[in-house]
């Protein structure tokens, strides 16, 4: 162990090197174009090795080696002293300039070659390479705890986001099947408006052919007409009952086609309703698509409702639209 006395040697030694910055000791004004900058990298180096002496544990030294350390301090602090001491009116001012950058090198290389292998060892000795150790074990255990975590999170996120992208699907079908069940239900509403009307001009139209009937009977003949009068009497009246009667019969059809497609859009907003109902009780994809098939079958397939005949003549349109849902189902499965 050193004595409080040399120790402190060490210590004013190094404080005294480091005193001032290097770009003081590289430069100044009055020294006009000369300078040490050449120096620069040397006095770097001596003011590290210096730094850490002041920082380390050094009373721990042996006598030999803290004798060395004086020795070397010394000789790099009189190099330090002779540049802060430089003046241009010397005999020869870059002469001396160069014989003190060689100096310079000189004494941080051998300070370099006298400290190197203390400045690990006190180094550890004074616990920084320990604590940096364990610093950076704690780091690493910290990170790993991080990488759990955010392990576990993105897995939980991905698993909220598989939910919600569900969820999003069920959504936009549902509200896609609410917007077509309104619009089937609208346009039923709307048809059942126009065939109150078209009722209307029927029934208009058979009052008027029966009144009119009824009243040309008693149109009476004359007794002396002859078969010719008589046969253009009696093809007037035909005519004017044939129009009305046409009109009544034409009024009557479109009254029946239009109640055959209110009777088909509400079977179709009901299969709609059937369909959001089962989707939300089915557990699987291949429920909600079998109840998809079907509803599509329900929906497209014409059924008779009573008011047209030969309404089942699309039947093979019918089959095609089942045909490319079937597909769409089979390459939603297998995606």
């Known amino acids: 162990m050193l004595t409080t006395e040399k120790k402190q040697q060490i210590l004013d030694f190094a404080a005294g090197i480091v005193a001032e910055p290097i770009n003081k000791l590289v430069s100044n004004p009055n020294w006009g174009t000369i300078n040490f900058e050449a120096a620069r990298g040397d006095l770097e180096l001596l003011f ?19 004798n060395t350390f004086i020795t070397s301090l010394t000789q790099a602090g009189k190099t330090v002293e002779s540049i802060r001491n430089f003046n241009i009116e010397n005999g020869n001012p870059t002469g001396t300039r160069d014989q003190i950058i060689g100096q310079v090198k000189t004494h941080a290389e051998h300070l370099l070659t006298t400290t190197q292998g203390w400045i690990p060892f006190l180094a550890y000795q004074k616990g920084d390479v320990q604590k940096n150790i364990d610093s950076l074990n704690k780091a690493i255990l910290d990170a790993n705890k991080i990488l759990e975590s955010s392990k576990a999170e993105v897995k939980t996120k991905s698993d909220e986001i598989s939910t919600i992208v569900t969820a999003a699907r069920e959504a936009s079908a549902s509200a896609g099947v609410g917007v077509f069940t309104s619009d089937f239900d609208g346009e039923a509403t709307t048809l059942g408006k126009e065939a109150e009307k078209w009722l209307k001009y029927t029934l208009w139209f058979a009052i008027t052919t029966l009144v009119v009937a009824y009243f040309s009977i008693y149109i009476p003949i004359d007794k002396d007409a002859t078969n010719a009068q008589i046969f253009q009497h009696m093809t007037s009246k035909l005519v004017v009952l044939l129009v009305l009667l046409t009109a009544t019969v034409w009024c009557g059809r479109i009254y029946k086609a239009l109640k055959h497609q209110i009777t088909v859009n509400r079977h179709r907003a009901n299969s709609l309703k059937t369909f959001q109902a089962f989707v939300k009780a089915a557990s699987d994809d291949a429920t909600r698509n079998a109840v998809l098939l079907e509803t599509t079958r329900s929906i497209f397939t014409n059924s008779p409702s009573g008011y047209l005949e030969g309404s089942d003549s699309a039947s093979d349109t019918n089959t095609k639209v089942l045909e490319i849902v079937k597909g769409a189902s089979h390459v939603q499965r297998a995606g």
């Open 48 to 66: 590290s090795l210096c730094s850490h002496i002041k920082q380390l544990p050094i009373e721990i030294l042996p006598d030999a080696t803290a």
